[in-house]
């Protein structure tokens, strides 16, 4: 670090980092689940295995609309669904590289993806494959990350409220510890509490 300041390269917004991410949406595999030996040390075993959340997996995927296909990864794990979206195409100079590897023996595959794109009707596609999206918030919404997938959708219930530079600094529970029934927050530098009876500062809001 030679003494300068530690930039973590973390991001703030709401939708939190996948606002930034580059929409790769790979699975785990099997072996990740268990006992794993590196050489920096010993990952331990999951308290689940990848067949508890496969079924989960399989519905992000078609929540986040991955694009992909099955049986092109030679490492992947086994999915109960096919992907919901074709892969998304190679630009020209990656197919020509996918094509050399292959006809060299090797199993290149397409990343899956989650882009809301229409390769087959460039018109009514959201995304416009433009070249800001790693690393960079979708500026036409066009990205499947958590705030045009999750927070956008949940936004529409009337019960749900989204309050911005707000940082929770404790959550208090009832006695089974299981419902959370008082949340503390740094809104804006004030401190304010809400409550499961409260009208003003009702649960069911989400903070960012
Ligand atoms: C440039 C970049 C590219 C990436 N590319 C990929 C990729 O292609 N594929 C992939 O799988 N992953 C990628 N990642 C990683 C991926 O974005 C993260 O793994 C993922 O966003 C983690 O999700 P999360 O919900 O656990 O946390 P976060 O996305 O960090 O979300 C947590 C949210 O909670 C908020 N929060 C935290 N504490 C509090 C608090 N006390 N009160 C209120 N709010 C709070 C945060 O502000 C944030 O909005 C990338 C990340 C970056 C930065």
Known sequence: MKGNE???GAHYFVGGNTKFYGAALVRLRK???GELRHYGGISPAWPLTYEDLEPYYTKAEYLYQVHGVRGEDPTEPPASKPYRFPPVSHELRIQQLSDDLKNLGHKPFHLPI???LDEQNPH?????RCSACDGFPCLVHAKADAHVICVEPALEHPNVTLLTKSKVTRLETDSSGRVVTKVHVDHDGMPETSRDDSTKFPLGKIFV
């Open 31 to 33: 072996q990740d689940f």
């Open 114 to 116: 989650g882009v809301l």
């Open 124 to 128: 009514k596609s959201k995304c416009i």
């Open 6 to 8: 530690f930039v973590p």
